[in-house]
């Protein structure tokens, strides 16, 4: 029987993704609503594979990921969540993550992709593939009168892509799941590297320079 651990802080999901998934004969799944008390059931039994929802109160899918891997390293762990993932992406797959399954998955879909996790197949939305391990955002250009060899980090990129989109640092913060304070050392930093002085001349600059484009900025 392959065990499953599902971590939903709504209760009708939890239940309606336990119902579908529990029609395969060889699938068993327990249902926990907080991620306090998953951290307690992993520590105590052995799970063949969990599925964690990302947006949860207190502790998200992202920190409940890092604190099970130093109970269980070979965890084998699926985000399962119905908001957007692509902002988080990078920093999930280093928490050590085996893959994401939106809820909007049909049943043969999430099915298929806990049997996959199983294999060791990692399950990746293929419109995700092309930010696989990059690390960094680079730009130059030939104009004196402009920066050039301009580098940005993927965190610095992220921060930036986000405040181009309308967040304040708060939100910036909760979206990437860091602190206000790292954001605003970040921003600072952005602001030095792009030698600017304010989040909207960052913006445009960023855009000129190639380090933001149109496809990052949700409308």
Do not use: W
Not at 6 to 12: G, Y
Not at 73 to 96: H, K, Q, R
Not at 136 to 155: M, R, W
């Amino acid at each position: 029987m392959i065990e499953i651990l599902l971590v939903d802080d709504h209760p009708s999901v939890g239940e309606g993704t336990k119902n579908l998934i529990e029609k395969e004969a060889d699938m068993k799944v327990t249902v926990i609503y907080s991620s306090e008390e998953a951290l307690k059931l992993v520590s105590a039994r052995q799970f063949d594979i969990m599925l964690f929802d990302l947006n949860m109160p207190n502790m998200n899918g992202l920190e409940l990921t890092r604190k099970v891997k130093v109970i269980n390293s070979d965890a084998i762990i699926v985000i399962y969540t119905g908001f957007d993932i692509a902002p988080n992406f990078n920093i999930l797959v280093e928490a050590g993550v085996s893959g994401f399954i939106s809820k909007a998955s049909s049943r043969d879909q999430l099915i298929m992709a806990i049997r996959c996790a199983l294999r060791g197949d990692a399950i990746i939305p293929s419109f995700l593939l092309r930010q696989l391990r990059r690390t960094e955002i680079f730009s130059t250009t030939n104009n004196k009168d402009q920066v050039e060899g301009v580098t940005i980090s993927e965190k610095e990129h992220n921060i930036l892509r986000e405040a181009a989109n309308g967040l304040n640092n708060r939100q910036i913060a909760d979206m990437l799941f860091m602190s206000q304070r790292t954001v605003e050392y970040n921003l600072s930093r952005i602001f030095e590297k792009l030698r600017v002085r304010s989040r909207a001349e960052a913006i445009k600059e960023g855009k000129r320079l190639g380090l933001l484009d149109d496809e990052e900025i949700r409308s």
